[in-house]
């Protein structure tokens, strides 16, 4: 029952048109902007052009010369710490880093620096390593994607301060 009823909601929800408006939780200031990075062929950076098309945010060509918001990606930094070890001393699982910062510039309005970090775990035994050096770029490559969903977050976030400028 449980099931048909799961259904039938997913069904009607679909049939409807309903979908989630996701752009409209940007400022009207940032559904248009540049999109700017000293390394545009980073993991990185290709990770958050993405994102920011995958919320409706239209990335103007950088040849444009309009007076749209820039996103500016800094730096990304990656770390790592050990956290645990073997009896026989050797490295047992560390805690890996990212560290992005960015800077959100609005015209007649200012910039705004942005800066996440995100936090992972990594087991790693070296009897295995050609699978755990797979699994760690797999780890980093899922750091990315959520760090850009949190620049994003903060990209929302300015909508006070974009307020008090009006």
């Known amino acids: 029952m449980f099931n048909k009823c799961t259904f039938l909601l997913v069904f009607l929800l679909t049939a409807c048109g309903w979908h989630f408006k996701t752009s409209e939780r ?14 545009m062929y980073s993991d990185m950076s290709r990770v958050l052009r993405n994102e920011l098309l995958l919320n409706g945010i239209t990335v103007l060509p950088s040849e444009d010369n309009s007076s749209a918001a820039t996103l500016r990606l800094n730096a990304t930094e990656n770390s790592s710490v050990v956290a645990s070890v073997f ?8 805690i ?19 800066e996440v970090t995100v936090h992972r775990t ?6 295995a390593a050609l699978a755990k050096s797979e699994e760690r770029t797999a780890i ?3 750091m990315y994607e959520q760090a ?3 620049l994003l977050v903060k990209m929302i976030g300015l909508q006070k301060e974009l307020a008090k400028h009006k």
């Open 87 to 94: 009896k026989q001393a050797r490295e047992a699982e560390k």
């Open 26 to 39: 940007f400022p009207e200031e940032l559904r248009t902007l540049h999109y700017e990075s000293s390394d």
């Open 140 to 142: 980093i490559n899922q």
């Open 96 to 114: 890996l880093s990212l560290t992005v910062k960015a800077t959100m510039t609005i015209p007649e309005k200012g910039s705004y620096p942005l």
């Open 148 to 150: 850009s969903r949190q």
């Open 122 to 127: 990594f087991f790693d035994d070296s009897r």
